[in-house]
């Protein structure tokens, strides 16, 4: 539920992408690349650019949305 509500296409990520999800939102939501490898831990830009930045869809959830507006 967590990652379908990241925006994370669930019928092609599992639990395992749970990191992919949460850096790629990071990253989507303009969180400067250095701050996400900071808390990453990674060095090179390019790890993340290579395993972890992955594809979001917006998913609405209209019953959140009805009852949060």
Same mark, same amino acid.
């Given at each position: 539920?967590?990652? @379908? &509500?990241? +925006?994370?296409?669930?019928? @092609?990520?599992? *639990? +395992?992408?749970?990191?992919? *999800?949460?850096?790629?939102?990071?990253?989507?939501?303009?969180? %400067? #690349? *250095?701050? #996400?490898?900071?808390?990453? +831990?990674?060095?090179?830009?390019?790890?993340?650019?290579? /395993? /972890?930045? &992955? %594809?979001?869809?917006?998913? +609405?959830?209209?019953?959140?949305?009805? #009852?949060?507006?």
């Amino acid at each position: 539920m967590m990652l @379908r &509500r990241s +925006g994370v296409e669930t019928s @092609r990520f599992t *639990a +395992g992408s749970v990191r992919s *999800a949460a850096v790629s939102k990071a990253k989507a939501m303009a969180v %400067p #690349i *250095a701050c #996400i490898m900071a808390r990453a +831990g990674w060095s090179q830009e390019s790890t993340f650019a290579r /395993y /972890y930045d &992955r %594809p979001l869809t917006e998913v +609405g959830d209209t019953f959140q949305d009805v #009852i949060l507006a």
